[in-house]
């Protein structure tokens, strides 16, 4: 997941997918706030809402290695929902974030191995 609101503002993370269902754990990433880098050391992405399995609603709460928190929220505008590897299913799509009281454009990406791709049809 990435967003980009200025030159001075923007993001990005790597998740993995947890335990808990529906949540994700941040891997790594950083977070450029008033044009000073910080490496993203904890967090979680949730999917608030899906529909016919891709994610519609996004939220992201992560930490960086300089005690600042980013609590992102995102509206998806378009998914693709792609087959490009054997066996995996992967959806890009852009998508609207808002954080820190601004607007910034960017993606989340997802990728499922083919055994739950039914479970995504809700």
Same mark, same amino acid.
Do not use: C
């Given at each position: 997941?990435?967003?980009?609101?200025?030159?001075?503002?923007?993001?990005?993370?790597?998740?993995?997918?947890?335990?808990?269902?529906? =949540?994700?754990?941040?891997?790594?990433?950083?977070? /450029? !706030?008033?044009?000073?880098?910080? %490496?993203?050391? +904890? #967090?979680?992405?949730? =999917?608030?809402?899906r529909r016919r399995g891709a994610p /519609? !609603?996004?939220?992201?709460?992560? %930490?960086?290695? +300089? #005690?600042?928190?980013?609590?992102?929220?995102?509206?998806?505008?378009?998914?693709? !929902?792609?087959?490009?590897?054997p066996g995996r299913l992967a959806f890009?799509?852009?998508?609207?974030?808002r954080w820190d009281g601004l607007r910034?454009?960017?993606?989340?990406?997802?990728?499922?191995?083919?055994?739950?791709?039914?479970?995504?049809?809700?």
């Open positions: 997941m990435w967003a980009i609101a200025s030159p001075d503002s923007h993001w990005h993370v790597i998740t993995i997918a947890s335990e808990k269902p529906g =949540v994700d754990t941040v891997m790594n990433g950083y977070l /450029v !706030r008033d044009g000073e880098l910080g %490496e993203l050391i +904890r #967090g979680e992405r949730r =999917v608030l809402e /519609v !609603r996004v939220v992201l709460d992560a %930490e960086d290695d +300089r #005690g600042r928190t980013l609590h992102a929220e995102g509206d998806v505008r378009t998914a693709l !929902r792609w087959f490009g590897w890009w799509t852009l998508t609207d974030w910034g454009w960017g993606e989340d990406q997802e990728f499922f191995p083919r055994e739950q791709v039914r479970s995504l049809r809700s």
